[in-house]
């Protein structure tokens, strides 16, 4: 699977990176190579990022999933309980 950004995400991140080189680095980089280190990590580390978030929402579903029961419960064969009368005390 191909990790891509939109134009405007591509866009942004290129800039993100011009700016950390000149603020951080002691040479800045320039726009083709900015967007050259953007495709290599997008493809190099993008992955396990990627791997990491989908794992993320696995584990938060599953425990959804497994309160599912409790949020949505019905009790079974109710119909006749709202005819019953309560018991009364014996004397």
């Known amino acids: 699977m191909t990790i891509s950004l939109s134009k405007e995400a591509t866009a942004q991140a290129i800039a993100s990176i011009e700016r950390y080189f000149r603020e951080n680095m ?3 980089i320039g726009n083709v190579a900015a967007m050259g280190l953007l495709g290599f990590l997008l493809e190099e580390i993008g992955p ?3 791997n990491r978030a989908v794992f ?3 584990e938060r579903l599953q425990a959804r ?5 409790l949020e949505v419960h019905e009790e079974e064969f109710q119909y006749w309980r709202k005819y019953e009368r309560p018991a009364r005390g014996r004397k």
Not at 65 to 69: G, N, R, Y
């Open 48 to 50: 396990a990022i990627y």
């Open 56 to 58: 993320d929402v696995q």
């Open 65 to 69: 999933i497994s309160e599912l029961d």
């Open 26 to 28: 002691e040479e800045p």
